[in-house]
Structures are given as C-alpha cells and as structure tokens.
C-alpha cells in the first residue's frame, strides 16, 4: 500500500467524523450533538467526535479501529499514536485487529488501560440503532451491543533509554511514532504468528511508506534492556520473516508449515510453461514438484483494481494456469483463509498432499 493510498483512506475516513472540539460556540455543539448521540442519530467515537450510526456499523473491525484513532487525535491533538494503532495508521499488515488504541506517555502514572466505553446512546436508543442497521447484506454476522462499544485507550510509557524520535503526521494534527519506532517496540511483544506477518510486510515495502524496511534498522531501535524474552520473541520473528511473502495469508501460512514440521517451500517460485511465459507459484517443495496457492479473497475481491480484470475473468485464469501446471506434472494444493484458522487440520491437508518434513531427502 503506497503513502498516497494510505493517506487518502485516512482522510476519507476523517472527513465522517463530527468533532465539536474547539468549536466557538463549543458548548451549544456539544449539547446538540450529546443529545443526537443519546437518541442513536449519532454515535460518539471520542469525547466531542461523533460518527453517523451507519458509517461505524457498516465499518469492520479494522475501519472502526482507525476511526476511534482518528477521533482521539481530534480530541487530543497533543497525542502521539505508537504501538499496534502506529502500524495499523501506517498500513502495516496485521494479521488481528488491535483491540486498544495506543498512546505514548512519558508520565509513569498515567500508564495503563481506560475502561471500554460505549457510542453514547440510552439502552433504548441502542437497541433502536442495532435494529434498523440489522438487515445490512453486507455483514457477515449480526449486529450485537458489542458493535456499540469503542476501543479503550491504553497508553504506553516511553522508555527512558530510547533514542529519541520525531513524530510523523500522515494527516494534520496526527501524530504518529514512524514505523520503524512502532515495530521496534511492537514485535517484541507480539505473538510469533503476528509478528512475522507484520515484519514480512514491512520487509517487503506493504506498507505506506512504500519501501522496504531493513532488519537492522528495526533491531537498531530495541530497546537494549528489554527483557530477555522480548530478544527471543524478536529474534524468532526476524528469523522467520521473509521479503517474498506477498500477503499475510501467505505469511501465516509459512508459520503454520514450520510450527507443524513440514520443510520451508520456495517462495513465489517462477515455472516456465510449455508455450511462453512463466508461472509464478506462491509456494513450491521442489523435491516432490508439489505447489501450494493461498487463495485470499483480495485476490478476487479486488482483482479490477490490481488487474483490471472482473473477478470471473481472474478465476477463470487462474483454473486454466493450475490445468497447465497439472499437465506438466506436477502436483496442487490451495487454501484459504478458513484452512488457516483450524491449523491442525491445514497440518492434515499438508500431509494429505504429500507436502515433506523438515530434514526429509525424498526426491521426486
């Protein structure tokens, strides 16, 4: 994701927020708006910034994190974002959506986590909103009070051994650590499924910044005393990651494969066809000329956007080139996201397929 995509979802987004902070007749705003969010025609997102009932219900998860983002940064324009909300506002991947919004504090007494807060509105008002949003085709599950509630506030302290670091501002009055400062302190504490995806991107310039960003440089911003186990976990993560990963399923993937014991494939391996050209294949074990696809629903979701193709014209595609893989030998296996979420039994289709252990010398 370049800087300019980035930067132009954030202000899309920024322009649905209503903020009654600093406003000249502040305290009549503020009234009227307060009073809209307790009947359910707004939702309060921040104290003084409200949010249209259905641009909030209608978000997922992510989305609605980088508004409650956006709407503190309206009430506390002071506020530097670091951590999981720093990476989130730059477009690192992230394989989970961060639950709390990160603020950095250099006041020891002030670190910590506010209660979860809800949009503003009375129970009935509430239920009225959930019930008039309930019929929306493009939710997945339905609305429930937790859809009313908004990300708590955790803030971080800064440590005193930090080099110091000058905030970036993808948006006026935004102020956010840089990415490399927010995965420095991030990936430490991160779970190793998450940190490898969000290094594997960083590595591979999926991020706003639109460049890559070198190990050394993120390990040059560790904190030199922190704890051992932070090392380890960083250490683990830097050496999973990888450039080649084109997408967290396929980084999430790779972790599956090696937490299960089967042999590290080849990454986005390039195989000459018959006719002219090349097939690019996401993963491949050489030693039993065994390919494996994650199909993530971006590919085909947005496939006019990366391709100009319409979706039916890219599944189309890619059955003919997996026909033609197949013709020349060579064996198939695909998965998605749901495979990835029951590991144990993408373990059992990676057996199933024949995909090697570690270590194993079968040859095809």
């Known amino acids: 994701m370049t800087s300019d995509t980035t930067g132009?979802?954030?202000?899309?987004?920024?322009?649905?927020?209503i903020s009654v902070c600093g406003t000249e007749d502040g305290g009549r705003a503020r009234a009227r708006v307060s009073a809209a969010a307790r009947r359910g025609t707004l939702l309060r997102v921040a104290h003084g910034v409200y949010i249209r009932p259905g641009d909030w219900l209608r978000a997922a998860p992510w989305?609605?994190?980088?508004?409650?983002?956006?709407?503190?940064?309206?009430?506390?324009?002071?506020?530097?974002?670091?951590?999981?909300?720093?990476?989130?506002?730059?477009?690192?991947?992230?394989?989970?959506?961060?639950?709390?919004?990160?603020?950095?504090?250099?006041s020891p007494a002030s670190v910590g986590r506010q209660k979860v807060q809800s949009t503003g509105q009375t129970t009935v008002a509430a239920r009225t909103v959930l019930a008039e949003h309930q019929n929306d085709r493009t939710r997945r599950r339905p609305l429930d009070e937790t859809d009313l509630r908004r990300p708590p506030v955790r803030r971080v302290l800064t440590p005193q051994s930090a080099k110091p670091v000058t905030p970036e501002s993808p948006l006026p009055g935004l102020s956010v650590d840089p990415a490399v400062v927010a995965l420095a302190e991030t990936l430490p504490v991160m779970e190793p499924s998450d940190a490898v995806v969000a290094?594997?991107?960083?590595?591979?310039?999926?991020?706003?910044?639109?460049?890559?960003?070198a190990l050394a440089e993120i390990e040059g911003r560790i904190p030199i005393r922190s704890p051992q186990a932070a090392w380890t976990r960083w250490t683990r993560a830097r050496d999973r990651s990888s450039s080649a990963a084109e997408s967290p399923g396929e980084s999430l993937s790779r972790v599956l494969m090696?937490?299960?014991?089967?042999?590290?494939?080849?990454?986005?391996?390039?195989?000459?066809?018959?006719?002219?050209?090349?097939?690019?294949?996401?993963?491949f074990w050489r030693g039993v000329g065994l390919i494996g696809e994650f199909d993530g629903a971006v590919k085909y979701a947005r496939s006019r956007e990366f391709s100009g193709e319409p979706p039916s014209r890219v599944v189309q595609a890619e059955k003919r080139r997996e026909d033609e893989l197949r013709?020349?030998?060579?064996?198939?296996?695909?998965?998605?996201?749901?495979s990835l979420r029951r590991p144990s039994e993408f373990a059992a289709m990676l057996e199933a397929a024949g995909v090697p252990r570690a270590g194993a010398t079968r040859r095809r």
Not at 8 to 17: E, M, Q, T, V, Y
Not at 70 to 93: F, I, K, M, Q, S
Not at 258 to 283: C, K, M, N, W, Y
């Open 199 to 213: 290094l594997d991107g960083a590595l591979a310039a999926r991020w706003s910044g639109g460049r890559p960003i």
């Open 327 to 338: 013709r020349m030998g060579f064996g198939f296996l695909r998965w998605t996201w749901e």
């Open 63 to 106: 989305t609605r994190h980088l508004y409650a983002a956006l709407a503190y940064a309206r009430r506390r324009p002071d506020a530097v974002l670091c951590r999981e909300t720093a990476l989130a506002l730059h477009g690192v991947p992230l394989l989970r959506t961060p639950t709390e919004i990160h603020v950095r504090t250099t």
């Open 258 to 283: 090696a937490d299960s014991g089967f042999a590290t494939p080849e990454l986005q391996h390039e195989i000459r066809l018959p006719g002219a050209g090349f097939a690019r294949v996401d993963f």
């Open 8 to 17: 132009d979802h954030l202000r899309r987004l920024d322009s649905d927020l």
